[in-house]
């Protein structure tokens, strides 16, 4: 795949085929001896190229895991690391009464 640039300053594609297709960024789609079939297949591999690669940034970014770590109100000691919210707000208001005030901080793995 090759970068260029048309005469109104916007960036082109040039796909390599055997018949000359070019698909702009604009999705405007201007052909020199080729089918339409050609030009709607090659233009189909582009937009599953792109949904293909925004896939695997939402895949990357549902797969993070959390865990929730409970500290004293001055930060100086880490208490105990939970796997969900909910044990550790469990773990906070069943020590609040001995440690006084307790926070949570949410860390990603």
């Keep these: 795949m090759e970068l260029g640039k048309t005469r109104h300053g916007r960036t082109t594609q040039k796909l390599e085929l055997k018949k000359k297709v070019h698909i702009t ?3 405007r789609v201007s052909c020199h001896n080729a089918s339409l079939g050609s030009i ?5 591999k ?3 190229k792109k949904l293909f690669y ?3 940034i939402f895949i990357g970014l549902g797969c993070q895991t959390y865990t929730y770590e409970v500290h004293l109100t ?3 000691h880490h208490l105990i690391t939970t796997d ?3 044990q550790a707000e469990q773990f906070v208001s069943e020590q ?4 006084g005030t307790l926070l949570i901080q949410k ?3």
């Design 96 to 99: 609040e009464d001995s440690h």
């Design 25 to 27: 960024e604009g999705s």
């Design 84 to 86: 969900t919210e909910a």
């Design 46 to 48: 582009y937009i599953m």
């Design 40 to 44: 709607l297949k090659e233009y189909a």
């Design 107 to 109: 860390v990603k793995n």
């Design 54 to 56: 925004l896939l695997l």
């Design 74 to 76: 001055n930060g100086t």
